[in-house]
């Protein structure tokens, strides 16, 4: 069984371009959720989805960040325009179901770098 | 502001030893408590989750939780090389609508 896959696994940007991070769950997850990690800082929760709708968004660090999850299979994450504070490791997981104990798994990441 | 800290390290222990690595959380209603394994260059790997006190063995590997005192702690028995890594802590629950909040890690150094 294929796991969580996100592409691209490395990109390289100017400032204020636009970068788009896709990530595909493990078939049959409901839950999809994006997490970054900026240079050292913690990881930090972005985004929840359930299927198509969006579960919780209040870690969306502000208007230039969208996500969206249509037909709730794959997940796309648009940044843009893209500045230097963006660069980090974008991880993308999915769960079964949501609530304790559940186990999420992680994709291995989009590492993104403004410059 | 919900917190979990650890100790970011390095912490080395020699192979073969206990290696003991601890995290604390400030949010009280945390119910769901891991322990990620993370490689350089690597995404997070589950290692275990625990959510009742006490001990939860499995393997090399034993999780701790004392809600009271709000602390978890990971220990590794016969530490191995392979085990090199930084080990994060998340914590859950439904005040943080179940999203996990992260430690920073620990890193450490297993020494042949």
């Known amino acids: 069984e294929a796991g969580v896959t996100q592409f691209p696994s490395h990109s390289v940007i100017e400032k204020g371009q636009t970068v788009t991070l896709r990530c595909d769950p493990i078939s049959g997850h409901d839950n999809l959720y994006w997490y970054r990690r900026v240079m050292g800082k913690e990881i930090k929760f972005l985004l929840h989805f359930v299927k198509e709708s969006k579960q919780d968004e209040s870690g969306m660090p502000n208007n230039r960040f969208l996500a969206e999850r249509t037909g709730g299979t794959y997940s796309t994450l648009k940044v843009q325009p893209a500045e230097l504070e963006d660069s980090g490791v974008y991880f993308c997981?999915?769960?079964?179901?949501?609530?304790?104990?559940?186990?999420?798994?992680f994709g291995e990441g989009s590492w993104l770098t403004v410059v | 502001q919900k917190e979990v800290e650890q100790n970011s390290g390095p912490l080395s222990v020699p192979e073969g030893a206990i290696a003991s690595l601890n995290c604390t959380y400030s949010d009280r209603g945390s119910q769901s408590f891991f322990w990620y394994r993370q490689y350089s260059g690597k995404s997070p790997e589950l290692i275990m989750f625990?959510?009742s006190n006490g001990d939860k063995e499995d393997g090399r590997f034993t999780a701790q939780l004392n809600k009271a005192s709000q602390y978890v702690s990971l220990l590794i028995r016969d530490s191995q090389p392979s085990d090199s890594a930084t080990y994060l802590c998340?914590?859950?629950?439904?005040?943080?609508?179940?999203?996990?909040?992260w430690g920073a890690g620990t890193k450490l150094i297993i020494k042949p």
């Open positions: 998340a914590v859950n629950g439904m005040d943080s609508n179940y999203q996990l909040i």
């Open positions: 997981a999915s769960s079964q179901v949501q609530g304790t104990g559940n186990t999420i798994y």
């Open positions: 625990i959510y």
